[in-house]
């Protein structure tokens, strides 16, 4: 049914019918994790780990869909506050995931990008994240771009401090700063700005995520909490966006 649809609006798209594009970017909030584990009387980090595997389910869902960047939330600047236990489980997990998903993603042309402040990040975890950038370099298929310790806040404070640099060294004078000179110094400059944000387990926040790029993203909160995000769900959002007139402050004609 889905899939009906999909290609339907797609071709449509060819043809030039359709003002609302399928989303080239999908960013996604993952949460519920540590809420989906307590329901079931385990501990968090069992829900750490059912949600990689549902990383694992949407990105090849992502891909198969012809979605060009994905961009996953997994670890915020704020997530330090955890119990250490966590943490650490959490610190672990790409090194988990890319050990035994990296092959699939090299098949599959994906590759795999990390924003955020990747120096606190354990050093296993930072080869295991550097040989997976290094092998999918080249690729030119779905962008699979990780928010590893990133924070929103941290991101536009040092694009200031970068661009207050620039000025004091004299390569810049304060009347050339412009948006895309901004958007030059954050860590996403090399991507275009989400079109579909979600988040998973019924918080309606940003939670320090993309402040600046989500300025004219369409949102899509559900209450399902992260591990039992499936295809499905996927589905959903896309066909709600999908029905979205997206303005940008100016006027569509329907
Ligand atoms: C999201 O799930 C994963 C991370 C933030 C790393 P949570 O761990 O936040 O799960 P809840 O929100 O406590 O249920
Ligand atoms: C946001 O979820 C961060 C990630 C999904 C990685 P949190 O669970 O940390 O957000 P808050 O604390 O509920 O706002
Ligand atoms: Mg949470």
Same mark, same amino acid.
């Given at each position: 049914m889905f899939d009906k649809w999909f290609q339907r609006k797609k071709r449509s798209e060819k043809g030039g019918l359709t003002f609302v594009q399928v989303p080239r970017h999908i960013a996604i909030i993952m949460d519920g994790n540590g809420r989906w #584990?307590?329901?079931?009387?385990?501990?968090?980090? #069992? $829900?750490?780990r059912e949600g990689m595997n549902t990383v694992k389910k949407i990105v090849r869902e992502a891909d198969r869909l012809g979605v060009k960047i994905l961009t996953l939330y997994a670890f915020s600047?704020? @997530? +330090?506050?955890r119990p250490k236990d966590e943490v650490d489980y959490l610190?672990?997990?790409?090194?988990?995931?890319?050990?035994?998903?990296l092959p699939e993603l090299i098949e599959k042309n994906v590759r795999v990008m990390v924003m955020g402040d990747e120096s606190r990040l354990p050093e296993a975890t930072q080869k295991a994240v550097n040989t997976a950038?290094?092998?999918? #370099?080249?690729?030119? $298929?779905?962008?699979? @771009?990780? #928010?590893? @310790?990133? $924070?929103?806040r941290k991101e536009i404070t040092d694009a200031v401090k970068g661009i207050a640099e620039k000025v004091k060294n004299g390569s810049l004078v304060p009347d050339e700063i412009t948006e895309d000179i901004i958007e030059n110094h954050l860590l996403s400059c090399h991507l275009p700005d989400p079109d579909l944000l979600i988040r998973t387990s019924g918080e309606l926040r940003l939670s320090n995520f993309m402040l600046w790029q989500l300025a004219y993203t369409e949102f899509w909160?559900?209450?399902?909490? +992260?591990?039992?995000? @499936?295809e499905s769900h996927l589905h959903e959002a896309i066909q709600q966006y999908c029905g979205r007139t997206r303005r940008f402050g100016g006027v569509v004609e329907s």
């Open positions: #584990a307590k329901k079931r009387g385990l501990p968090r980090v #069992a $829900g750490h600047t704020e @997530n +330090w506050k610190m672990r997990l790409p090194e988990q995931f890319l050990k035994s998903y950038k290094e092998k999918t #370099a080249n690729n030119d $298929g779905m962008i699979l @771009n990780f #928010a590893l @310790n990133y $924070g929103s909160f559900t209450d399902v909490y +992260w591990p039992d995000f @499936n």
